[in-house]
């Protein structure tokens, strides 16, 4: 055993350490330790480190670490040359797998071309839409009602409600239309239609139901549908007159009705409050045209007939055309 092993043993002994707590504290393998104690010292991995684990053992045990390699330098190899360079190993990037896979960029770009249709359809619906603050597309006031009703006169001339015309037997249909009576094709005012009570469906008894003084009663009025073209429905009204009312059955309406068609006169126009109703005075006119906003709001009476728009869009117009009992939709008898 070499002299500066035996005092490494003795330092390490007099402190009550063993080998394995002396490699805690210097970190050195416990290996080295005994080789060191032994005086082995080409069993330690050079002569550079040799010394360097003398250094850090005589400091770890409380001993002058340059003064014990001085006293035992001959002990120790000799350093003739650098310990051996280790060579440094170049780590390889690891390629980065992405967090996300393609399939959740091709989700957000399908997110993000949803909603930029969406906008464009809520875009063109409210451009389409009439206002519901009251005004027409036009900048019209909120409401205004062109009322045209009958005069006294037409009223007088007309025979409407007349006992004479109330007790005509049936075959006298030709004289009451001459004189221009309610049931006949040239009555000027709105008529009032006496029909069973509302079940939704067209009446199937014929023209001429006879009334309890042994007169003739006028037909319910029939709605026929034609065609849906567009954002447009088109019906036929078989009924001496136009009998209309627009209800906002189940909330607000925007509604102008126009005498005429399409571009004909205004005879109302506004926003109906849910659950109110507007009857419509159509004069003499043989055609109504009726837009809408909030369709599906909206249902149209005509005498005891409904009309319900609740499947409809949001902007609609439905074109009625009146057409008097015994007269062909062309206006022919």
Do not use: C
């Not at 402190?15 to 970190?27: I, M, P, V």
């Not at 550079?48 to 330098?73: C, I, K, N």
């Not at 930029?116 to 009251?134: D, K, T």
């Not at 006879?210 to 065609?227: N, R, T, Y």
């Amino acid at each position: 055993m070499s002299g500066l092993g035996e005092r490494l043993r003795r330092a390490r002994e007099a402190q009550g350490l063993d080998l394995e707590a002396l490699q805690e504290r210097t970190k050195i393998q416990k290996r080295y330790l005994a080789y060191m104690e032994a005086g082995e010292w080409d069993k330690l991995p050079g002569a550079f480190y040799a010394r360097a684990f003398v250094r850090r053992v005589a400091e770890a045990l409380g001993l002058e670490a340059e003064a014990l390699l001085q006293e035992h330098a001959d002990e120790l190899p000799p350093v003739d040359e650098a310990p051996p360079a280790v060579p440094l190993r170049r780590s390889e990037p690891v390629p980065r797998r992405p967090v996300f896979g393609p399939w959740v960029a091709r989700l957000l770009m399908a997110v993000f071309l949803f909603f930029v249709l969406l906008i464009i359809y809520r875009f063109l619906s409210e451009a389409g839409r009439p206002p519901l603050g009251g005004a027409a597309p036009d900048g019209q006031p909120e409401p205004k009602v062109e009322s045209r009703l009958p005069s006294d006169e037409n009223a007088a001339s007309s025979g409407a409600g007349g006992p004479a015309d109330r007790g005509a037997p049936a075959g006298g249909a030709g004289s009451g239309a001459g004189s221009g009576g309610a049931g006949g094709p040239g009555g000027n005012g709105p008529a009032s239609v006496e029909a069973p009570p509302a079940t939704g469906l067209p009446p199937t008894g014929g023209p001429g139901v006879s009334s309890e003084g042994g007169g003739e009663k006028p037909s319910a009025p029939v709605l026929e549908f034609q065609e849906e073209v567009g954002k447009t429905s088109r019906y036929v009204l078989r009924a001496p007159a136009f009998d209309a009312v627009v209800a906002a059955a189940r909330g607000d309406v925007w509604v102008e009705v126009r005498a005429g068609g399409k571009d004909g006169r205004v005879v109302f126009t506004g926003t109906l409050k849910g659950g109110k109703e507007q009857p419509i005075d159509a004069g003499s006119a043989t055609r109504l045209y009726f837009f809408l906003g909030r369709t599906q709001n909206a249902d149209l009476r005509f005498g005891e007939t409904t009309l319900s728009l609740a499947g409809k869009p949001d902007a609609y117009r439905v074109d009625v055309t009146l057409v008097p009992p015994g007269t062909e939709a062309g206006g022919t008898p």
